[in-house]
Structures are given as C-alpha cells and as structure tokens.
C-alpha cells in the first residue's frame, strides 16, 4: 500500500476534512484527519494496520508488545498488535494525571515493546506514552503510526515509522494565517485543548 493509497482510504472514508479545526494539541489546522471515521470501519482499519504491521517489523524487528495511549490509540494499537503476532497493552490517564499502565498491564524483561499511535502532530502523546512507561523493565524499540502530519518533526524521543508522513501546517490560536482566520474553528478531536 502506498501513501497515496492511505490518503485514500482517509478520503474515502469521510476522513480528510477540511475547514478550520482546533487540533488534540490545541494547535490551529486547516486539515483534520477524522481517524474514527476509519476505526468505525473494521475492514479499512484491518488493511491499514496490517501494513502498518509490515512496517514495524520491516524497522524494528520482532515486537512482543504494542503499547497504545488511550484512547485514540487503543484500535490500532490492537489491530497492529494482532498482525504482529504481539499482545496490545494500553496507558490511559486519571482525570487530569498522567498516562500510566494500569490493569496489570507491563512490560517484563526481554520484551520489545513498540508504541503504536493513530496520528502523530507534535508527538505529545507519544512522549508521554514513552515517559510512562520509563520504569518497565522491557525495552521501548520505537514508535509506528498511521500519518505522522509533523512533516518528520514530532519530537518523540524514539524513532517513528508511518505509513505517510505529511507536513500539514498547524498554527497557534495567536498566529494564524488570515484564510484561516476567516472561518469558524470546530474541535473534532477527543482530548482537551489548552486555553489559546
């Protein structure tokens, strides 16, 4: 699968919007990538991950473990896990706290552990996903999503594979481009934005 056959999945699924979308990271995009409207879809989540999967080992070789942040991770995270042959574990977060294994969830010694992430924008989840997970006695190998929109420049502190790197622009509320400006934001997304 190429990247111009993941965008068409997205497009095709409903999955690429375009408007003026206030971004999980509180950031201003004129593109939103509706990643639920592909994980509704179990046969398009199924293709997607499995060549995800192919990526990974082709980059990391063997993984026993894929670690998801919840929620938006925890689909692709399984699918890609189940392609790998690997189990799929998750962090989630207490109200306000950070994101930490729970559930009896770990990494044991030996484990080759991958995070596996739906869209990367700045690489925050996956940051602190990985500081989450610091005191496990596995080994953290990398991190693997979908579409890394950074461009390549979410800071992540482990190498990152996708299936499409974009450089889709994404601007503060404080420094927007007049186009953008001129529409009403909508926040699509799951997590709370901070205050621009």
């Keep these: 699968m190429t990247p111009d056959d993941v965008l068409a999945e997205f497009r095709d699924a409903g999955a690429l919007l375009e408007g003026h979308f206030v971004l999980s ?3 201003h995009s004129g593109i939103f990538l509706q990643k639920m409207a592909i994980f509704s879809d179990p046969a398009r989540t199924e293709r997607l991950c499995r060549v995800l999967a192919t990526v990974i080992r082709d980059t990391f070789g063997a993984i026993d473990i ?3 942040p919840a929620i938006g991770g925890i689909v692709p995270g399984y699918e890609t896990a189940r392609h790998l042959g690997a189990k799929a574990i998750f962090v989630e977060r207490d109200p306000g706290g950070p994101f930490m294994l729970r559930r009896g969830f770990s990494i044991p010694a030996g484990a ?5 992430e739906d869209i990367v924008t700045t690489g925050l989840s996956a940051r602190e996903c990985l500081a989450s997970l610091s005191g496990e006695a596995g080994t953290v190998v990398g991190a693997a999503c979908l579409i890394d929109r950074s461009g390549g420049r979410g800071e992540i502190g482990l190498p990152l594979a996708s299936l499409v790197t974009l450089d889709i622009p994404a601007y503060p509320a404080h420094a927007l481009p007049p186009e953008l400006a001129a529409i009403p ?3 699509p997304g799951s997590r709370v934005a901070a205050a621009p």
Excluded: P, T, Y
Aim: proline share 0%; hydrophobic share 65%; no cysteine.
């Design 66 to 68: 894929v670690v998801s």
């Design 185 to 187: 934001a909508v926040k």
């Design 112 to 116: 080759r552990a991958v995070i596996v």
């Design 25 to 27: 990271s509180g950031l």
